[in-house]
């Protein structure tokens, strides 16, 4: 899975941006949404591998289709991080059986 320099949620264009120290007010955060402003800012951190990121990117994705939708979920944040790593891992598995994916060489063009 590649991270976009955005996405569209809802019809809304949200623009992914990497951020260093992100915060939520309280600790350290590996992502946040930001409705107003239709942004989605990931952790720049080092430490942060690939895979993570891309968790945390759906992370927030589905936390904008909740607000899109104009639902409150209970428990929130433990229901949107067991999705966003169940979608993440089902598109990583099968995404050439649910896309008609090329394969692309290292320079760029398709096989
Ligand atoms: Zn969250």
Redesign the pocket.
Known sequence: MKIPESVRIGGVEYAVEYVSHLNNGVTLAY???DYDNCKIELSDTSGTGHERRCQVLW??IL?GIRNHAGLEIEN??EV??IFAKGIYQVLQDNGGRLFDLKEVTNDGTAN
């Open positions: 992502g946040h949404i992370h927030e936390h929130e944040e949107v991080e």
